[in-house]
């Protein structure tokens, strides 16, 4: 901020020309920038699915439209449908489970326990599903 001598290894060029092309004034949109920052929500806070900050349109527009093994679920699929919603749409049980778990990445485990039943039942109804070319 200018009060003293940045160390050699700090660059603080490209932060400031966010602010403004003459570094007095971006020194000083700086300082309002982050005081205006301090005493409100923090950003962790906001964040969905783990890594996503900013609107649903943002998130959803961000968002692969498949499950990706090595990136965790709960960031791959931050704009999925609680169970809850999913099993209160109209629909064949084997279908439903069919979406939740091939287009919102539950797992079976999860979809047994919210339907109160065991994972084989839920495996045998998702192989149903794919036998009928869902």
Do not use: C
Request: glycine share 8%; no cysteine; net charge positive.
């Amino acid at each position: 901020m200018g009060e003293t001598s940045a160390p050699a290894w700090l660059t603080t060029d490209w932060i400031l020309g966010q602010f403004g092309t003459r570094v007095g004034p971006a020194r000083e949109r700086y300082r309002t920038f982050v005081a205006d920052g301090r005493g409100g929500p923090r950003p962790w806070e906001q964040l969905t699915g783990q890594i996503y900050l900013g609107s649903e349109d943002f998130v959803a527009q961000h968002q692969p439209n498949r499950v990706i093994r090595d990136i965790p679920r709960r960031q791959t699929q931050a704009q999925r449908p609680s169970l809850r919603l999913l099993f209160q749409r109209n629909g064949e049980p084997a279908r439903l489970i069919h979406t939740a778990y091939r287009q919102y990445g539950y797992r079976l485990a999860e979809i047994a326990e919210h339907l109160g039943v065991h994972a084989a039942t839920v495996s045998r109804r998702l192989k149903q599903a794919e036998e009928a070319n869902v």
